[in-house]
């Protein structure tokens, strides 16, 4: 192919997903850059927790500093780069490196070297060898980000209008602000690339058959035969949205007149919830409610499904054909605790890797990626050209809106990769210059 990622033709060649070289340089060109999740602050309450985390390839460490702070640094001595700390999370007051002992405070200064007076005095100038923090950081409404690029726009130019469906996963569920927990991390590894777990959550619905077996038995939480999720959705006018930053869902507008409808009877103390927090978040949010986000991908690697199960999932690629996947699973922290039961083991029965649903994709990724990495595979293209041509919707909101499935969401996802790869400048990767094609487009 003489262009290996051709959005407009929607041809996307295979080596993107199973060559190293690809590997390599979306690590040196696009992780490096891009704003990417970390963990959220419910999991460093108080002063000196910290939680071992990942930027795509390298460990980080997030952290609240003795002051209450939330920090982010390279979990690599700075010494001869040993893995400063080896727990998954916990409490202390200083990192101490197993291999030669030099310790780091919470905010990240070199504190103690052994032997400092004898060996090092008047040549090792402390303050020069803390631990290397991330570029910037952002706290949005409890979510962690971070990005190694000093010069990236603010967390919320990036997210741009996607802000309103990641609200969802973040906010309570009777639409007050923030407020979400973290239950619990999933963490596991599956033989794939991670951009095929990304483009399912950019709204990849035309897969559905896959989950055949899982909506059979009828696993929602309302447990109605034949669904998987709760029924809010039923009558929604269903939207694919992509952004100019490469961010991308599917979500569901419900019915104005839409009401709530029994969801957990068998547990009233949990339907009485579910039905309370429906009629407050319309209260509170008007015409906004009617917004009920399903899944997404903030781009590059931060998936999400925003209800049910609401979770945010970090494919962190460990090579070409190699992903580690970390989903966090959120509830309202102020939620009853039968209400946080119910949906810990809903979500469990969903996701992560003993979930129905996510065993079903795994499947799909995973034999993907196998069945495309052969010298005679490779040479033939992805097929990205669902729904080309089709109008996109007017009056539905900010972005690239289609009321079919498309492929369209997806290609954006790719156009904003090659721009990446082609180490763009930050108004091209934000997709600035896509605005007056995307009103033309209207
Ligand atoms: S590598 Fe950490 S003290 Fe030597
Ligand atoms: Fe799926």
């Not at 999991?43 to 910290?50: E, L, V």
């Not at 609200?167 to 991670?194: M, T, Y």
């Not at 399912?200 to 077996?213: A, E, K, T, V």
């Not at 799909?364 to 050209?385: D, E, H, V």
């Amino acid at each position: 192919m003489t262009n290996p990622i051709d959005t407009e033709r929607g041809l996307i060649s295979r080596e993107i997903f199973v060559s190293p070289e690809y590997h390599r340089a979306e690590l040196e060109k696009l992780y490096t850059r891009a704003w990417l999740f970390v963990g959220h602050e419910s999991q460093i309450p108080n002063p000196g927790d910290f939680f071992v985390s990942r930027m795509a390839e390298e460990s980080v460490i997030l952290c609240r500093d003795a002051r209450g702070e939330i920090r982010i640094f390279l979990n690599s001595c700075r010494h001869r780069g040993m893995k400063v700390c080896r727990y998954e999370q916990g409490n202390t007051s200083l990192f101490v490196c197993p291999y030669h002992s030099w310790s780091y405070t919470t905010d990240g200064k070199l504190q103690g070297v052994p032997l400092y007076r004898s060996l090092y005095e008047g040549t090792l100038n402390r303050d020069e060898w803390s631990l290397v923090p991330v570029g910037r950081l952002a706290n949005y409404k409890g979510s962690i980000w971070a990005t190694w690029d000093e010069t990236a726009p603010d967390f919320l130019a990036y997210l741009g209008d996607a802000v309103d469906h990641l609200d969802q996963v973040l906010d309570c569920r009777d639409g007050r602000p923030g407020g979400a927990e973290v239950i619990g991390v999933h963490k596991w590894v599956f033989p794939s690339n991670w951009k095929l777990a990304a483009e399912n959550f950019l709204g990849d619905s035309y897969h559905n058959p896959s989950h055949r077996s899982v909506d059979m038995i009828g696993m929602s939480g309302s447990a109605q035969p034949g669904q998987r999720r709760d029924n809010e959705y039923t009558n929604a006018q269903r939207v694919w949205i992509g952004f100019p930053a490469g961010h991308g869902l599917t979500a569901g507008i419900a019915h104005p007149d839409l009401e709530y409808t029994p969801t957990y009877a068998q547990y009233p103390e949990v339907d009485e919830y579910f039905r309370y927090c429906f009629y407050e978040r319309k209260r509170r949010l008007g015409e906004k409610a009617r917004n009920l986000a399903l899944v997404g991908n903030i781009f590059p690697n931060t998936s999400y499904h925003g209800r049910q199960p609401r979770s945010l999932c970090v494919w962190h690629p460990s090579g070409p054909d190699k992903v580690e996947g970390w989903r966090f699973f959120l509830v309202d922290a102020d939620a009853p605790a039968a209400v946080k039961d119910v949906l810990r083991h809903y979500y469990m029965r969903y996701s992560g890797p003993a979930g129905m649903t996510e065993q079903d994709d795994m499947e799909n990724w995973l034999y993907a990626s196998k069945a495309s990495s052969g010298t005679i595979a490779r040479r033939y293209p992805f097929n990205y050209q669902m729904a080309m041509g089709k109008p996109n919707a007017a009056n539905l909101g900010p972005g690239l809106v289609a009321t079919q499935m498309t492929d369209q969401t997806p290609r954006n996802f790719y156009r904003t990769y090659a721009r990446y790869l082609n180490g763009d400048g930050w108004d091209s990767l934000l997709g600035r210059d896509l605005q007056p094609i995307r009103r033309a487009a209207e």
